[in-house]
């Protein structure tokens, strides 16, 4: 079985500073793992994703995210906050071997004071 | 390349009617989903197709729900009769084969008064 848990439903930074949104996950077969991000009366956009390659994964807007197999993790991190980040943050755990449902996470809120 | 296309945007309706939601994925995209996005969690998978099969149904509330993916493209969600639980945004994703990102529609927010 395949479950998600963002650790932090709510992240408040301030505008330049380190983003750390926190993901850990569990999966019975070799995940694929996802970030995505929606803004307010928009659609889901994927961020970035990881299906085995590199354990560190670039996205898009300077976002990128470490897989650690032995901490079970995918944490988003992005090096200087903009105010345009402000959102609603969803990690997505993918079996690869299985039916390949998406599992989200219960979605973390980003807010970047200025 | 279009998105996914989902139909209407918005939807109003009172309690023990019916109502239904369309979408049209990505042209070639084999898999299909639906998704429930209740105001402050996160999506949760309602029904998951492969080509007009359904894969995954287990979250989906059969007495009241159904859905259908004829000829392997279009899909269409059904509630009926809605209850005031309902509302929330109802999301279709469809992505080509495995190891690929889902695309996701901009969402059909229903509320049920």
């Known amino acids: 079985a395949q479950s998600v848990t963002q650790l932090d439903s709510h992240v408040s930074v301030s505008e330049g500073t380190p983003v750390l949104l926190r993901c850990n996950y569990s999966?019975?077969?070799?995940?694929?793992l996802f970030w995505y991000v929606q803004h307010p009366n928009k659609g889901l956009q994927l961020l970035l994703k990881?299906?085995?390659?590199?354990?560190l994964v670039k996205g898009i807007n300077g976002f990128e995210a470490e897989f650690k197999k032995s901490e079970t993790s995918f944490h988003l991190t992005k090096p200087s906050a903009h105010m345009s980040d402000a959102a609603e943050y969803f990690c997505?755990?993918?079996?690869?071997?299985?039916?390949?449902?998406?599992?989200f996470g219960t979605g973390t809120r980003l807010t970047v004071i200025p | 390349e279009a998105g996914v296309a989902q139909s209407p945007r918005y939807k109003i309706i009172e309690k023990r009617q019916s109502v239904a939601f369309w979408c049209n994925p990505i042209?070639?995209?084999?898999?299909l989903y639906w998704y429930q996005q209740i105001l402050g969690q996160g999506p949760k998978l309602l029904i998951q197709?492969?080509?007009?099969?359904?894969?995954?149904d287990s979250q989906l509330p059969k007495d009241r729900f159904s859905a259908e993916r004829l000829k392997g493209v279009d899909s269409t969600l059904k509630i009926q009769p809605a209850k005031l639980e309902d509302s929330a945004v109802y999301l279709c994703?469809?992505?080509?084969?495995?190891?690929?990102?889902?695309?996701f529609g901009q969402g059909t927010r229903l509320t049920v008064v």
């Open positions: 197709f492969q080509n007009n099969g359904v894969v995954d």
């Open positions: 994703a469809s992505h080509p084969d495995l190891n690929t990102e889902a695309f």
């Open positions: 999966s019975s077969y070799s995940p694929s």
């Open positions: 990881y299906t085995s390659a590199a354990t």
């Open positions: 042209s070639g995209h084999a898999t």
């Open positions: 997505v755990v993918s079996d690869r071997t299985g039916a390949n449902n998406l599992f």
